[in-house]
């Protein structure tokens, strides 16, 4: 069964960090291009950051650009998610997602499997 889960989430304070992981079960994450997305409560749900399978290029939004960083270690499988300087406004439910291809997927369209979702407070 193909499926991702991710970890990690939790509260931190302002200027705090967290790591998200986003592992995969039943395929190899080599092939694979991962998106990071979150959706805070009465928002819709926006893309973070996304990271091909093949050459590794990424792409981050601007609200978390310099604060934020994607990798990936597909000897363990994973996707990471590296959360620094963290604001109130990063607060939401913290979603991965997958789609076998080589570039990058930035819209949440074009992803066929997601995660439940690790919930992200920041607050003091």
């Known amino acids: 069964q193909v499926q991702v889960v991710e970890s990690g989430g939790g509260l931190v304070q302002p200027g705090g960090s967290l790591r998200l992981s986003c592992a995969a079960s039943?395929?190899?994450?080599?092939?694979?291009?991962i998106g990071w997305f979150r959706q805070a409560p009465g928002k819709e749900r926006e893309g973070v950051s996304c990271i091909s399978s093949s050459d590794n290029i990424t792409y981050y939004a601007d609200s978390v650009k310099g604060r934020f960083n994607i990798s990936r270690d597909n000897a363990r499988n994973t996707v990471y998610l590296q959360m620094n300087s963290l604001k109130p406004e990063d607060t939401a439910f913290y979603y991965c997602?997958?789609?076998?291809?080589?570039?990058?997927?930035?819209?949440?369209?074009?992803?066929?499997?997601w995660g439940q979702g690790t919930r992200v407070t920041v607050s003091s």
């Open positions: 997602a997958a789609v076998q291809r080589r570039t990058i997927a930035i819209m949440s369209h074009e992803y066929d499997y």
């Open positions: 039943g395929f190899t994450l080599d092939y694979y291009a």
